[in-house]
């Protein structure tokens, strides 16, 4: 059973970072798409980033695109968020999922992301 933990959430101030953690258990060897998404109040859930552990491919949302940053530590099963220059409008739960596919797409939501984190909660004031 495939089992991931998000955590490094927190309130920044705007401008300031926060670096996201996913770790995923229950799995040896990342190698499905991994991805992180972001849901704000009253709105839906918006894709942020993806990567494909094994080679390196990663998409970034346009919204944060030049700001945050993904990446994964494949001896650690773990995938990180690096946000920097954070912004009032960034202020959502985070979520670290797990697709069955091993393609990331540029269509962040794409694939069946199955498993899924409980949420880190990413504040930023202005």
């Known amino acids: 059973q495939v089992h991931l933990v998000e955590s490094g959430g927190g309130s920044v101030q705007a401008g300031g970072s926060l670096r996201l953690s996913c770790t995923a258990s229950?799995?040896?060897?990342?190698?499905?798409?991994m991805g992180w998404f972001r849901q704000a109040p009253g709105k839906g859930r918006e894709g942020v980033a993806n990567?494909?552990?094994?080679?390196?491919?990663?998409y970034e949302a346009d919204s944060v695109k030049g700001r945050f940053t993904i990446s994964v530590d494949n001896a650690k099963n773990t995938v990180y968020l690096q946000m920097n220059s954070l912004k009032p409008e960034d202020t959502a739960v985070y979520y670290c999922?797990?697709?069955?596919?091993?393609?990331?797409?540029?269509?962040?939501?794409?694939?069946?992301?199955?498993?899924w984190g409980q949420g880190t909660q990413v504040t930023v004031s202005s």
């Open positions: 229950g799995y040896t060897g990342l190698r499905n798409c």
């Open positions: 990567i494909l552990p094994a080679g390196g491919t990663k």
């Open positions: 999922a797990m697709s069955v596919n091993a393609d990331c797409y540029v269509d962040i939501a794409r694939g069946d992301f199955t498993y």
